[in-house]
């Protein structure tokens, strides 16, 4: 894969410039690519190492999150494409223009070029795994092999929704056990930090011999409120992960 700057004239007489990621060290090749479709090509340059790391490094930065319901649709409208007759070209850019999302259509468009270059599908998908995870790849290799590709997108996509599903059951079952854990323990930190030392100076003005228990509770109180702030930062940091994760 490499990256080329173009400049080419289209049939209709307009000028297109642009970046190309494409299947090819050569110049040569690239310009036999860049002139399918009675293009003519004006000027092609391939990119050198650190300015194509570069830009592969932006697109990535560009690209947004992909959902896995996101993903089940789009593999379910390919697999209605194909059962309709249409060429699976065809179907990936029409299924990648119907998105609205910039980068996936650019990611997708890659992904046809490495087609057109002589990768298979499954070959060519196995490259993109932010799309096309690893059980999908499997399922678009078997459907290359047995003749079934339409069927099995749609069993890839009905996997994704059913994984989806239990991503989602298992959030709604574990998000009010976390918050009663939370709530607990919000309160015993109170209790350590507020309660105890109170307590604890009211033994401490009787001069009562303390029992150990207590000098254990007065050790975690003393150790809570020498290291507050260190602890407070931790348990934010936390909780703002754990959150992420529920969102994933």
């Known amino acids: 894969m490499g990256y080329f700057r173009y400049k080419i004239m289209e049939p209709t007489g307009q000028i297109t410039s642009g970046i190309a990621s494409l299947p090819y060290q050569d110049v040569t090749s690239a310009i036999s690519h ?5 293009n003519t090509a004006i000027y092609v340059k391939k990119m050198g190492s650190v300015t194509s790391s570069v830009v592969r490094l932006m697109r990535m930065g ?3 999150r992909i959902t896995r319901p996101f993903q089940a649709e789009f593999l379910n409208n390919i697999s209605m494409m194909l059962r309709a007759g249409m060429n699976l070209t065809p179907a990936l850019e029409e299924g990648a223009s119907a998105s609205d999302r910039p980068d996936f259509e650019s990611d997708i468009h890659d992904l046809i070029v490495s087609i057109q270059g002589g990768a298979t ?7 993109y795994r932010h799309i096309f995870p690893k059980t999908v790849v499997h399922l678009i290799r078997m459907g290359e092999e047995t003749g079934k590709l339409d ?3 749609k069993d890839a996509s009905e996997h994704l ?10 959030k709604q079952a574990l998000l009010y056990p976390g918050f009663v854990f939370l709530a607990i323990g919000a309160g015993i930190v109170f209790w350590f ?3 105890v030392p109170k307590i604890l100076g009211l033994f401490k003005e009787m ?3 303390l029992p150990s228990i207590t000098v254990f509770l007065l050790g975690i109180s003393n150790f809570l409120q020498e290291h507050f702030l260190n602890l407070f930062m931790g348990a934010t940091v936390t909780l703002f992960a754990l959150s992420l994760a529920y969102m994933a």
């Open 34 to 38: 860049l002139e399918r479709g009675d």
């Open 62 to 64: 560009l690209r947004g």
């Open 121 to 127: 599908f499954s070959e060519a998908a196995d490259k």
């Open 151 to 153: 069927q099995m997108l």
């Open 161 to 170: 929704k059913r994984i989806q599903a239990i991503i989602s059951d298992t």
């Open 193 to 195: 930090y507020y309660v």
């Open 207 to 209: 001069d009562v011999a």
